[in-house]
């Protein structure tokens, strides 16, 4: 196999809810068809096996960011543990970044406005609460679902930091930004955005956050120069709260997209950390996975080639390298 060509026969060869990505992003086949496949989510696969999971009161797990009867001192919140993510807004994220319709969720916004509270404060589910991660989660499966979250959005402005980033532990007392909290706050902000086209204080917001991750090109901390952990260049699907630079890499790819702007220089050796990842046959491995308790797998365990992170490897490197010969045409004149 040509190691600059990616397996498309083998990421085609997958549940609808990667199979339609595949086919739209890199296989570039006609709308109809694509639409088709994703269309297919609501009845079958991982997407169908989720819905089904759903509780009558519109939740799942029976819990906001944790499943009920959760035991805050027990093993299962043990150091190293893991986060659960079977309860609410993690089964949101996971539908709505496979791009399900919201159709299929008729009424969800409703019932969780009615039924569904935080665990912390008992605040209600629609409002958020302190922690900068969940409230980019509950923002943008707020606009994906048509709840008014216009409230999240404002917390945002008010409690971005000095430094242009977010921090989860800012009602610890923390002013230092984040590159998780940041990533996941950025994340959010966009497809809010996108969703409701947003404000111009919101978009100011968002490329200043956006700053404060190039200026450390993804990877390094501003005052040593070192990389600021090894989640950075260690790859693992789900993506979940983790910042690392393919998940960074592909929100800037939405993010430039969505803008219509070129790709900053500073994003480049998080392209090539990307790019050095990639095996001889196209493939990227499965290098970590997050503990915690889950449904069901989606994806491959630790060592073995993954679908989803060739995918997204894939198209990152695909979109870089296109607006980079795009670049080199124009200079050329050609």
């Known amino acids: 196999m040509d190691p600059e060509t990616a397996p498309l026969d083998w990421m085609l060869d997958s549940d609808p809810a990667l199979r339609w990505q595949v086919e739209r992003d890199l296989a570039q086949l006609p709308a109809g068809q694509w639409l088709e496949t994703r269309a297919r989510m609501a009845t079958e696969g991982f997407a169908a096996e989720l819905l089904s999971h759903q509780d009558p009161d519109g939740q799942w797990a029976g819990g906001a960011y944790f499943p009920a009867g959760f035991d805050f001192q027990g093993p299962e919140a043990a150091e190293g543990a893991g986060q659960p993510w079977t309860a609410t807004t993690w089964t949101l994220n996971t539908l709505r970044d496979w791009g399900l319709d919201p159709a299929a969720l008729d009424g969800t916004a409703e019932r969780l406005a009615a039924n569904s509270r935080w665990e912390y404060d008992d605040l209600p589910y629609w409002d958020g609460e302190v922690d900068c991660c969940i409230n980019a989660f509950t923002l943008a499966n707020g606009a994906w679902l048509g709840a008014n979250v216009s409230g999240i959005a404002t917390w945002f402005l008010e409690h971005q930091l ?142 073995e080639p993954s679908k989803w992170l060739t995918f997204y490897g894939t198209r990152v490197l695909a979109w870089w390298d296109e607006q980079h010969s795009r670049t080199s045409r124009q200079r050329l004149g050609r």
Not at 236 to 250: C, E, I, K, Q, T
Not at 279 to 290: K, M, N, S, V, Y
């Open 162 to 303: 000095p430094d242009g980033g977010w921090n989860c532990e800012w009602v610890e007392g923390s002013t230092r930004s984040s590159f998780h909290s940041t990533l996941n706050s950025l994340k959010g902000l966009l497809y809010y955005e996108s969703a409701t086209g947003g404000s111009d204080e919101l978009r100011t917001a968002r490329h200043t956050g956006e700053d404060y991750l190039l200026e450390r090109r993804l990877l390094y901390t501003k005052s040593t120069g070192a990389i600021v952990g090894p989640w950075a260049t260690h790859f693992g699907y789900p993506f979940r709260h983790v910042h690392s630079a393919l998940n960074a890499m592909d929100y800037f790819r939405s993010a430039c997209l969505y803008d219509g702007a070129a790709p900053d220089p500073r994003l480049a050796d998080a392209v090539e950390v990307i790019r050095a990842a990639r095996q001889p046959d196209g493939t990227w491995l499965q290098e970590r996975r997050h503990p915690g308790r889950v449904w069901f797998e989606v994806d491959v365990p630790p060592g």
